[in-house]
């Protein structure tokens, strides 16, 4: 049996426009594969390759509920910042409340491709 390319219930479909579809569904797909240990394994390897510095700005694009931003606010420490962007405002405003008191945490609501930052602000980019 073949699947069906048009489907628009597709996951990839649905994370194309978080806030168009159903984002409960969405946040829960990416609740579950971040507490997988195989994902966690690597998230932890793709972080330790952006070598965060203490004192550093970094920006996690595309973050989704802002489970790495929180991992990379931990490695930045107070003195540093961790920026996530993301296109969906429910998953922005999900990731914030889920950071509330977190100092060294910053969520923006933007387009990737129209990124809110100056040239080289940023120390360390995930996408």
């Known amino acids: 049996m ?5 489907r628009e219930a597709s996951l990839a479909r649905g994370f194309r426009d978080v806030d168009a579809g159903a984002v409960d569904k969405l946040a829960r797909c990416l609740t579950y594969l971040d507490a997988l240990p195989v994902f966690r394994q690597y998230k932890s ?4 390759m952006m070598r965060p510095q203490r004192g550093s700005v970094t920006g996690d694009l595309g973050c989704g509920l802002g489970f790495d931003v929180r991992r990379l ?3 930045v420490g ?3 910042r961790a920026i996530g962007v993301d296109a969906s405002l429910a998953l922005i405003e999900s990731a ?3 950071s509330e008191g977190l100092p ?3 969520f923006i609501q933007a387009d990737i491709q129209h990124l809110p930052f100056a040239t080289a602000s940023l120390n360390s980019i995930k996408v």
């Open 45 to 48: 390897k793709m972080l330790e």
């Open 73 to 75: 606010a931990a490695l």
């Open 104 to 106: 060294a945490v910053e």
């Open 2 to 6: 073949k699947a069906d390319p048009n």
């Open 96 to 98: 914030r409340s889920g």
């Open 78 to 80: 107070p003195e540093g």
